[in-house]
């Protein structure tokens, strides 16, 4: 299949929340989506929850964004009112194709009452739901989930990985592939920005990017600073932050840099000359991990964890860089050392990760493989099966 969809293609992307309000790898997954089918011909379209929704739409690089008030917030679950359906009932008149980013339990509620001319639904599977299943959450949702996977003429996982892995993706494998997410050029940097963080941390530092969540496993990167002879930079906030910097104050990890939440431009000079990106992510919950690519497109060696997700599809042991036992400290430690003391191993492995990203996570490879199965929607189908095995 090939060629260009024709500009009447529209797509409505549905997920909980989305820039400018909030940021995270999921949301950063539609925008690199969304920029990739776009030169591809596909009219995007994202509805989102927001807690100050005003404007109501904006026109964004990557298509449209329509938002609606979010009253609640139920264990990480948005929650909108009537009003909220009736908006996102309106966006999805106008779309060819509904694509539910999942989960969240909102969207399954709110897709009987939005398909107004019987849509064909495709699901993004982000993760399965975690920790919600430790307070029996997951066993009260799981009807929900069985209605929304039921309806959708096809669901896609991010990463082989996840999808051997999931036990609720199994009882789906007859209209199940993957198509990774994917991720752009690293844009032009300033000499000004590299300067900046070059003086302050020179270029054998090891580099963390995130939102400080309980399941990215930086107790266990704070446990193995002690033992690595470079600076750790933390980028990123969230709600583990507050007692993060306490640990570190509290055991006097002088080599540990906590520099908050940075705009691209800060973030990017400090990815181009760290020594690696370390991504420590313990649970199931980091179901990829576009920091990894992030790395991985300018030619950084990665560390990562062994979850059975998607992490560890991106960075492969020994090609793209080291992968170690999840919540292990001293493992962490380890790979960290091993690779400030190599050079010639650090540059092995970025160069493995770059090759890595071009031949698998590029928008021309991701963006062609949703086109096809866009088109085998659009086109009435029912089983949709190209672009997906990727290998």
Known sequence: MGGKLP???RVLHIYRTYFPETQGGAQESIRQLCLATQTLGVDNTIFALAHQPEPPALGLPEGRLVRAKSWMEIASCDIGAWSAIQRCRAAAAQSDIIQIHYPWPFADLML???????????????SDIVRQNDFGL????APLRRQLLGAAKHIVASSPNYEKSSEVLQQYSHKLS????????????SDASVAHWRARFGTEFFLFVGVLRYYKGLDFLLEAAPHVRAPIVIVGEGPEGDRLRQIAQRNGLTNVHFVGALNDEH????????RAVVFPSHLRSEAFGMTLLEGARVGRPLISCEIGTGTTWINIDGETGLVVPPADGTALAYAMEKLRQDSALCARLGEGAQRRWEQLFTPQVVGQSYFDLYSDLHGGRTSPAQGAKLG
């Open 267 to 274: 973030k990017n000079a400090l990815i181009q000359i760290c």
């Open 7 to 9: 500009p009447t293609m």
């Open 178 to 189: 993957c198509i990774p997410h994917c991720m752009g050029p690293a844009p032009q940097v």
């Open 138 to 141: 997951g066993q009260l949702y």
């Open 112 to 126: 009987p009452w939005i398909r107004s001319h019987k849509q064909p639904v495709l699901v993004t599977y982000i």
